[in-house]
């Protein structure tokens, strides 16, 4: 009622990033994803790794069961938005749950999402988070981020979102070249609110440089073939072009 008013002022895709809330249940996921398939927005992003969240949703992006069948439950409802899978990276093989994710309908997957991490005050000897861990993002993850990407891209036929500590264009253009169709800028707006504009102005210089046009070219660097599908086509585009990524969280909507 607030928030979608104010985004459709702007010339830009509105992706919802949308989970079950604390202790989530598939019912809760799907619930949620009701509510959004009626809503104008232009596609949903599933977010299966929160691993700040205590009893929370991490245990169904670990497994293959777990992705493919809360991703089927969801595809039943969200019928006519573009679903995307977000990855949980604290997992041996992130190949595994990009193909579940695939099986069970899904349009595309995006990863990673934050690194399972902790930090001691020494001085009170006790975890500075109350939950003990938390999610690390940022630059720091990014050589992590890039290579699951590239892992993820050559399992699967749909297109991955690159995310993970993305600063820049050279950061950009390193998560196409390992096969990543779009990119997602989340830390690096917090610390530069033109981040988003100066990552599009050094993809576009990178390109004049190398004499590289259409910008799709750089995903099929590393063998991979870019793979797109239907409306959602001009959706990737639209990503590319502006660099935005609008993350809603959605705990109790409906």
Known sequence: ENDLPFLKQFDTAIIVNAFGGAGG?????????????????????????????????????????????????????????????????????????????????????????????????????????????????????????????????QAVNIPVMGLGGIMNGEDAIEFMLAGASCISIGCGNFIDPMCSIKTVEGIENYMKKHKIHPVFWLVAVCGLLFMVFGVWREEIVILYQKAVYICMECIGIG
Not at 50 to 71: R, S
């Open 25 to 153: 249940t598939i019912q809760d996921y799907v619930n949620v994803c009701e509510v959004l398939n009626k809503l104008d927005i232009d596609g949903v992003e599933l977010n299966l790794s929160c691993p700040n969240v205590k009893a929370g949703c991490l245990a169904y992006g670990t497994t293959y069961e777990g992705v493919k069948e809360i991703t089927s439950a969801v595809r039943k409802v969200l019928t006519n938005k573009p679903l995307i899978i977000k990855l949980t990276p604290n997992i041996t093989d992130i190949t595994i749950p990009a193909k579940a994710a695939e099986e069970a309908g899904a349009d595309a997957i995006s990863l990673i999402n934050t690194l399972t991490a902790m930090k001691i005050d020494i001085n009170t000897r006790r975890p500075i988070l109350a939950n003990n861990t938390g999610g690390l993002s940022g630059p720091a993850i990014k050589p992590v981020a890039v290579r699951m990407v590239y892992q993820a891209s």
